[in-house]
């Protein structure tokens, strides 16, 4: 069982930047392909980033890439996404996500994660 939680969500004028984190519990975080997810008001839940296990390989929505950035700390047990340029199309509930152990982050991208966080609300305001 892996737990994780998000943190790093808030308030931000278009143009602005915040960096969300999510940290997970236990010893093999590594072993896990991880994603970020959003779901806005009204809206099903979007894929938004992915990151394999060694952090190698990075993939992003159309609609982010090029303003996010997703990274990993393994030795930290935690995955970032760094929000640069915010549009208010961005708002919405951030979730992180971690797929099955030693699979390809592929399947963090066509959204078969195993495990996710609770969320954390990012607004961009006008």
């Known amino acids: 069982q892996v737990q994780l939680v998000e943190s790093g969500g808030g308030l931000v004028q278009a143009g602005g930047s915040l960096r969300l984190s999510c940290a997970a519990s236990?010893?093999?975080?590594?072993?896990?392909?991880m994603g970020w997810f959003r779901q806005a008001p009204g809206k099903e839940r979007e894929f938004v980033a992915a990151?394999?296990?060694?952090?190698?390989?990075?993939y992003y929505a159309d609609s982010v890439k090029g303003r996010f950035t997703i990274s990993r700390d393994n030795d930290k047990n935690t995955v970032y996404l760094q929000m640069n340029s915010l549009k208010p199309e961005d708002t919405a509930a951030y979730y992180c996500?971690?797929?099955?152990?030693?699979?390809?982050?592929?399947?963090?991208?066509?959204?078969?994660?195993?495990?996710w966080g609770q969320g954390t609300q990012v607004t961009v305001s006008l």
């Open positions: 990151i394999s296990r060694s952090g190698g390989s990075t």
């Open positions: 996500a971690a797929g099955s152990p030693y699979t390809p982050s592929s399947r963090v991208v066509d959204g078969r994660a195993i495990y």
């Open positions: 236990g010893r093999t975080f590594s072993t896990y392909p």
